[in-house]
């Protein structure tokens, strides 16, 4: 069956480290998206794909940087880890379509000490 | 597993009863919506969709209602059970712009 997967489903690392979480889908879906997820805030856009080769900002983008080389992938990675950016991070994918159903990821729990 | 908040609207119910769960939107442009559902430790999952013209949309157990003169949305649990326990989140979205997300509300059945 087709899915989306993360990894890893917890990462714990230390200020200034870079890190790089992992997205992969199997639905051959265009379009990919970064999410973190904090209390009180629900879910915030960081950064999504509509192709390979495309990358765009979202609503939380600063301090992260995401490429897309295949269509399956879309790796984010935290280039200097900040406190501020220990949160639950879900990758989504959805069709190229007039509407845009997006399917998650289990997410990934990211701590930054 | 990943916790979705502790402070969020929390609407209680006993198990066999119906479930509203209400939603306010912000962008009368929107042109269509979502309700996904997130149980602790995943990631949140498709309920069912709602185009800006429709006024109504029915799946198994859950109904969809949208009124756009008041950008209102809510999500109808019918003989709602334990397993609906959940964050729910409505998703709004205009074409060429991203999908938007609510706070969410926590849906606790009592047994």
């Known amino acids: 069956d087709a899915e989306i997967t993360q990894s890893p489903r917890h990462k714990i690392t230390e200020t200034g480290r870079q890190v790089t979480l992992a997205c992969h889908q199997t639905?051959?879906?265009?379009?990919m998206f970064w999410y973190r997820q904090d209390l009180g805030h629900g879910l915030r856009l960081i950064h999504y794909?509509?192709?390979?080769?495309?990358?765009n900002k979202g609503e939380v983008s600063d301090g992260y940087s995401v490429s897309r080389s295949n269509t399956e992938d879309l790796p984010l990675t935290l280039e200097s880890a900040a406190s501020s950016q220990t949160s639950v991070y879900f990758c989504?994918?959805?069709?190229?379509?007039?509407?845009?159903?997006?399917?998650f990821g289990p997410g990934t729990r990211l701590t930054v000490l | 597993g990943e916790s979705v908040g502790l402070h969020l609207p929390t609407l209680s119910v006993q198990e066999g009863d119906n479930s509203i769960i209400n939603c306010a939107y912000s962008?009368?442009?929107?042109?269509?919506f979502i309700w996904y559902k997130q149980e602790s430790g995943k990631g949140p999952q498709f309920i069912i969709d709602?185009?800006?013209?429709?006024d109504k949309r029915q799946g198994q157990r859950v109904t969809v209602l949208l009124n756009k003169t008041v950008k209102h949305l809510s999500l109808q649990i019918a003989a709602t059970q334990p397993g609906d326990s959940a964050v729910y989140f409505c998703a709004e979205w205009e074409s060429g712009r991203a999908l938007t997300f609510g706070s969410g509300t926590r849906l606790q059945v009592q047994p």
């Open positions: 989504a994918s959805s069709e190229v379509a007039d509407t845009d159903t997006q399917y």
């Open positions: 709602i185009r800006s013209n429709m």
């Open positions: 962008n009368s442009a929107s042109d269509y």
């Open positions: 794909s509509y192709g390979v080769h495309d990358t």
């Open positions: 639905w051959n879906h265009n379009n």
